[in-house]
Structure formats: C-alpha cells, structure tokens
C-alpha cells in the first residue's frame, strides 16, 4: 500500500515553517525525502534508516520512527525555492520494492 | 556525465496501439523502477528489477510489460490492454545496496493517448 502524507497541500509565507508526515502501514526499512518541482524528475533530500535517526539538509531536517512506521519532514524558515511536492519513498523490510508515498504540495508565497 | 536517460520526452499514441519508453541509465546501477505520475497524484510503482534478467510487478503492472537484457537499460512497453495510459512515466535506478542510496531519477516521458 501507498504510504499517506499529509497534509495533501500547504501554502506559506516566506519564513513559516512547515511539517509533512509519512505514515506506513507495513514495517519500514529506510525512507527518503524527495522534492518535485512541476514537469520535473524528483530530487532526492535525505535518507534516514534508523529508528529515531535525524537528519538535517540546510533547514530542511527529518526524523524517522521505526516502531511507529512514520516519518516526519521539517521545513524552517521557508523560502521561494522551497515550492514544489514533496514525496518520502520507502522501502519495506527485506525488500527492495520501493514505492512513494501520495505526495505534499508546498507552495511559499512571498 | 553519468545519469539516467529516458526518451522521447513527449509521445502520442492511438488507441490500441503498443508503445515502448526507453530508459538507459550509466550509473552502473544493479536496481531499477519504472513510475506512473497522474496529475496531483503521487509516484505509483509499475514495475521493478534488481538485477539483469530478473525483474517483479509493482502495484500497478496490469497493462505494461518490461524486459532486463542489460544492465543499463530498461524499457517499457505501455500494451494496448492499458485502459487509461495517459500520464507521466519516470524511469530511476539506484545500486541496489538494499535501497542505503538515493534513487536518481530520468527526466520522464509523457505519454498521450489520442
């Protein structure tokens, strides 16, 4: 099954902060962050694959619960560039299917 | 430069006609995936392969087929038994070390059924 993001879609004003989770219904083995901008390929953010690991990318970070099968992604201080749909991608234990999740649409305005 | 490459960008299709999007990666990448994207929507799995020769369903394989001969390369043919093929397809390759790494994604191709 398709993980579940949520919020589907969020609007921000340059500076505001932002919090998108991923939610898995199976166990997780590893998740990554992706940002999409419109028509483009998705690029990669992080990777976290521990349990509670914590990972930071300029003033994006995430966190990564493994017994709660969830994922986190926080956006500080947002800026323009910031704009696009943001995707986890998972793998579940043991497998190498990786599928992503139903996507996040950030819009910052100015 | 290393990447993936997929092509063509854009294609259109008839009705009942077979297609074949190709996607070559020189990444010396083991792992493989072809994606769906509808407008709005999420990344759907149609296909994956972690090695040459040998690949497996995703969740939304009915109507597509694929085949592994090399190493670099992994097309995908969008059959005539796809009732709804219009959409954007995305080709990634990853090495495989049980997904430690990134996936790099191809630019895609959007499919039009006409």
């Known amino acids: 099954q398709q993980p579940v993001q949520s919020p589907q879609a969020v609007i921000l004003r340059e500076g505001e902060d932002a919090v998108i989770n991923c939610s898995s219904s199976?166990?997780?083995?590893?998740v990554h962050w992706y940002r999409q901008k419109h028509g483009e390929a998705p690029v990669f953010l992080m990777i976290l694959l521990k349990g509670g690991e914590q990972k930071g990318h300029e003033k994006i970070s995430a966190s990564f619960n493994e017994k709660k099968q969830q994922s986190s992604l926080y956006l500080t201080a947002s800026q323009l560039s910031y704009s696009g749909t943001y995707f986890c991608?998972?793998?579940?234990?043991?497998?190498?299917?990786?599928?992503f999740g139903t996507g996040t649409r950030l819009k910052v305005l100015a | 430069d290393g990447g993936i490459t997929q092509s063509p960008k854009y294609l259109f299709r008839k009705e009942g006609q077979n297609v074949t999007l190709s996607c070559e990666q020189n990444?010396?990448?083991?792992?493989m995936y072809w994606y769906r994207q509808d407008p709005g929507q999420g990344l759907r799995l149609i296909y994956y392969s972690q090695i040459v020769n040998d690949f497996q369903k995703g969740d939304i394989a009915e109507g597509y087929s694929v085949s592994r001969e090399k190493k670099e390369s992994f097309p995908l043919t969008v059959t005539s038994a796809q009732k709804n093929p219009t959409a954007f397809y995305l080709c990634?390759?990853?090495?495989?070390?049980?997904?430690?790494?990134?996936?790099?994604f191809g630019q895609g191709t959007r499919l039009t059924v006409v």
């Open positions: 990634a390759s990853s090495s495989g070390q049980g997904l430690n790494t990134e996936a790099f």
């Open positions: 991608g998972i793998e579940h234990s043991g497998t190498y299917k990786y599928i």
């Open positions: 990444l010396n990448h083991d792992a």
């Open positions: 199976k166990a997780l083995y590893s």
